[in-house]
């Protein structure tokens, strides 16, 4: 993927139900709400300001019922790469 000259990088995840047919590093439906469906794949997109220099992301899915959180699953990423400001990937959700 290649920027345009003076493009800024945010600080941002973003969280999508698929990605798009035509172009794999497009993501489609964006949300941050989940259901359990059988075989779901919830893709993400880390964006980073400063060059994130290669370390582990964890993904920390929780449930929230009638306004009380609880953590359901820990997912870490190993980051292949010891540069870069955008890392993605995605986890099966059931």
Request: aromatic fraction near 10%; glycine fraction near 6%.
């Amino acid at each position: 993927m290649q920027l345009e000259k003076g493009t800024q990088f945010s600080d941002k995840l973003i969280f999508v139900l698929g990605l798009s047919a035509s172009n794999l590093l497009q993501l489609a439906a964006e949300t941050t709400r989940f259901t359990t469906t059988p075989n779901l794949l919830i893709s993400w997109r880390l964006q980073t300001e400063d060059d994130k220099a290669g370390p582990a992301v964890t993904i920390k899915i929780g449930k929230s019922v009638n306004g009380s959180y609880t953590a359901v699953q820990s997912i870490p990423y190993p980051d292949p790469r010891s540069y870069g400001h955008i890392m993605l990937s995605s986890f099966p959700w059931t």
